[in-house]
């Protein structure tokens, strides 16, 4: 009888705590103007704050372009879009191996997008791994025979006007490719 009593007592026990921890967490995750920091209030129990992207939701993607020149000293090729495509499916939910690369080099042109928005100075970005990572997919995409590259990062505002659509973020000095080592000290 008496452990009826402790099995029910610690059975309401839990579910009133998951019960507090679910609304707890709610509140946590308001919109932040009616956000307050609930964590005094649970006893040092941890709440997840879940933002996702919120309060500065995805409006822009980033496009990687590249142009070269050719081995006959010819003028530079065309701007043309490297930008790795992402395949979207039903299994790329359960199973996505392949986003890592493009992740990577999209988290790069993000992060060279932010040092550039900062004014941040061009001798320090080339020197950064951000820059290299994007100065290394821009060199895979090139000819092998070429010269000389340049890579430019556009921000595209596909919601946008037609004449705001687009926007430069960064453009790389042409960079020799005539080294062995493919550029790379070059590059930075």
């Not at 932040?32 to 941890?46: E, M, V």
């Not at 359960?94 to 997008?113: H, I, V």
């Amino acid at each position: 009888m008496l452990s009826d009593r402790i099995r029910g007592a610690a059975g309401a026990f839990a579910v009133g705590a998951l019960a507090t921890h679910l609304v707890a967490t709610v509140l946590q995750n308001t919109p932040d103007s009616y956000n307050q920091d609930l964590r005094k209030f649970t006893g040092g129990w941890p709440l997840p704050g879940w933002r996702f992207f919120a309060p500065n939701p995805g409006v822009q993607n980033v496009h990687l372009l590249v142009r070269e020149t050719t081995p006959d000293g010819g003028a530079a090729t065309p701007w043309r879009d490297v930008t790795p495509g992402v395949e979207h499916g039903w299994k790329q939910v359960l199973w996505n191996p392949g986003s890592r690369g493009p992740k990577a080099l999209f988290d790069a042109m993000q992060q060279l997008s932010v040092m550039s928005s900062n004014q941040a100075d061009f001798t320090w970005v080339t020197r950064s791994l951000p820059y290299r990572l994007v100065f290394s997919a821009s060199r895979a995409a090139v000819a092998a025979d070429a010269r000389a590259l340049q890579f430019l990062l556009m921000n595209v505002f596909p919601s946008a006007p037609p004449e705001h659509r687009m926007k430069p973020i960064l453009t790389s000095e042409w960079i020799a490719l005539d080294s062995p080592a493919g550029g790379a000290e070059a590059a930075g």
